[in-house]
């Protein structure tokens, strides 16, 4: 059974950072994502297990780093310099198989951590 323990999140003021952890049972290809109140859910980024390819959106690429622990299956998300639209709870999420195309997409992940909150005041 696959289990995610997602923490890290909270309140900041803009421009802080905060990081934001993942464990995993197993090694998994490891997706955050975001939903912000009344929006859609919003790929953010990904980390191929096997690879170690590094996958960002466009609104993040810059800001924000993931990076793996391998030994430990938990991936990290470094937000810096966050932003209020920055706000939103982000899950965490993991799958066995990602192209470069489907590592954006949510249906692409079986498994979803129970999401954490990020809040940042201006």
């Known amino acids: 059974q696959v289990r995610l323990v997602e923490s890290g999140g909270g309140l900041v003021q803009a421009g802080g950072s905060l990081r934001l952890s993942c464990a995993a049972s197993d090694k998994y290809h490891v997706g955050w994502f975001r939903r912000a109140s009344g929006q859609q859910t919003e790929f953010v980024a990904a980390?191929?297990?096997?690879?170690?390819?590094?996958f960002y959106s466009d609104s993040v690429k810059g800001r924000f780093t993931i990076s793996r622990d391998s030994a430990e299956n938990t991936v990290f998300l470094q937000m810096n310099n966050l932003k209020p639209e920055h706000t939103a709870v982000y899950y965490c999420?993991?799958?066995?198989?990602?192209?470069?195309?489907?590592?954006?997409?949510?249906?692409?992940?079986?498994?979803w951590g129970q999401g954490t909150q990020v809040t940042v005041s201006s």
């Open positions: 980390s191929s297990w096997r690879s170690g390819t590094e």
């Open positions: 999420a993991v799958t066995t198989s990602i192209t470069n195309v489907t590592v954006r997409i949510s249906k692409t992940y079986s498994f």
